[in-house]
């Protein structure tokens, strides 16, 4: 069977966002700029629940 | 490797030949997935109180007015020279330096690096950190060597009977 690497894929792409948003969180809050922090933080949470959503669909395609 | 019954079927029933490793493989890819989502949620709550702090920030204390603090009187002050202080309260340190006859700039001096304090040098006109030799420029705040990104938040002083008060810490112009 061939395997499907899609899923692995987007889950890393989703944490390489991660690392660049909460990256950009930090910076922002130190510049103050809070509405940045906010925005940052809801993508973050966002990105989540996405995450979820890859690993349910992805999880039992292709294997072995 | 076990039978409806949960029993181990004889023929498999040894030391060498009872590893099954059919499904090793997309356990292995499910596995990393997993890993993956919970690194999101990791990331999801690790943001959170970041947004807190920054909703706080954003709701009325947005440049904030503190009473007023007196530093030193000019008297103890020479030209080029510092003295530390603490301001907005008792635990953040920070820097007066007199550069002119008429002249005062202050910073909170925790290094924007690693939070080291900073000192002024008055032979080198600089202030620098001595933890990994950042360097900043005293007229700005703003890092000129070494590892530190962000400028000092720089104080706004004012000179008042003969001495120097501590007005307000200056929002960044980023
Ligand atoms: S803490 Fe100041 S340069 Fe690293």
């Known amino acids: 069977m061939k395997r499907s690497y899609l899923g692995v894929i987007i ?13 950009l969180i930090v910076h922002q809050y130190y ?9 940052y933080m809801g993508i973050n949470i966002i990105l989540f ?10 999880k039992n395609k292709g294997g072995s | 490797m076990t039978n409806k019954n949960g029993k181990i079927p004889e023929k ?72 530390e202080f603490h301001f907005p309260s008792d635990h953040d340190s920070a820097v007066l330096i007199r550069l002119e006859e008429n002249k ?12 080291c304090p900073v000192y002024w040098v008055k032979e080198q006109k600089e202030m620098v950190c001595p933890c990994h030799h950042g360097k900043f420029d005293v007229n700005t705040g703003a890092p000129t060597a070494g590892p530190p990104r962000r400028p000092l938040p720089e104080i706004v002083v004012h000179q008042e009977d003969e001495a120097i008060f ?7 112009e980023a």
């Open chain 2, 12 to 83: 498999d029933d040894n030391y060498t030949n009872n590893i099954n490793r059919n499904n090793d493989r997309s356990l292995d890819r499910r596995g990393f997935m997993k890993t993956l989502a919970g690194a999101a949620g990791v990331f999801a709550v690790a943001s959170l109180p970041w947004g807190t702090l920054a909703a706080k920030e954003l709701m009325g204390l947005a440049d904030k007015e503190y009473p007023h603090k007196k530093i030193v009187d000019i008297k103890d002050i020479a030209v080029g020279e510092s003295v």
């Open chain 2, 104 to 115: 005062y700039v202050a910073y909170q001096n925790a290094c924007t690096h690693l939070r």
């Open chain 1, 31 to 39: 510049h103050e700029n809070y509405q940045n922090v906010l925005i």
């Open chain 1, 11 to 23: 889950l890393c792409l989703i944490l390489a966002m991660n690392i660049v948003f909460t990256q």
């Open chain 2, 166 to 172: 501590a007005v307000r810490v200056k929002r960044y």
């Open chain 1, 49 to 58: 629940p996405i995450a979820i959503l890859v690993y349910k669909k992805e």
